[in-house]
C-alpha cells in the first residue's frame, strides 16, 4: 500500500502530523517532544520548540531541532491521526 508519490503509508502519516506535536526516541535514548514543523520522506525531522530528555533524565529546551531519520528509533504521532483522511480510503 503506497500513498502519495509512491511514499509508503508510515511516510504519508508522518507528512500529515506536520504542525501537530510529537515526541521521537533516538538511538542515544534521548526523548525529544516538540512541534513537527517539516518531515522528509526520509525521516529526517525539524522540530520546534522541544524539550530534549537525554538518556541519564535531564532536560533541557531548544528553539529547533533536525533529526535524521537513520538516527529516530520510534515515533510518537497525536492520536487525533488515526482519523486521518488517509485511513478512509
Given at each position: 500500500?503506497?500513498?502519495?508519490n509512491?511514499?509508503?503509508i508510515?511516510?504519508?502519516?508522518?507528512?500529515?502530523?506536520?504542525?501537530?506535536?510529537i515526541?521521537?526516541?533516538?538511538?542515544?535514548?534521548?526523548?525529544?517532544?516538540?512541534?513537527?514543523?517539516?518531515?522528509?520522506?526520509?525521516?529526517?525531522l525539524?522540530?520546534?520548540?522541544?524539550?530534549?530528555?537525554?538518556?541519564?533524565?535531564?532536560?533541557?529546551?531548544?528553539?529547533?531541532i533536525?533529526?535524521r531519520?537513520?538516527?529516530?528509533?520510534?515515533?510518537?504521532?497525536?492520536?487525533?491521526?488515526?482519523?486521518?483522511?488517509?485511513?478512509?480510503?
Amino acid at each position: 500500500v503506497v500513498g502519495n508519490n509512491r511514499v509508503g503509508i508510515p511516510i504519508v502519516l508522518l507528512h500529515d502530523a506536520e504542525g501537530a506535536v510529537i515526541t521521537v526516541e533516538t538511538k542515544k535514548g534521548e526523548l525529544i517532544r516538540g512541534l513537527l514543523f517539516e518531515a522528509e520522506d526520509m525521516m529526517n525531522l525539524y522540530l520546534q520548540n522541544a524539550v530534549v530528555q537525554d538518556a541519564s533524565g535531564v532536560k533541557r529546551k531548544v528553539k529547533q531541532i533536525y533529526l535524521r531519520g537513520a538516527e529516530i528509533v520510534m515515533i510518537i504521532l497525536p492520536d487525533m491521526l488515526k482519523h486521518a483522511p488517509m485511513f478512509q480510503r
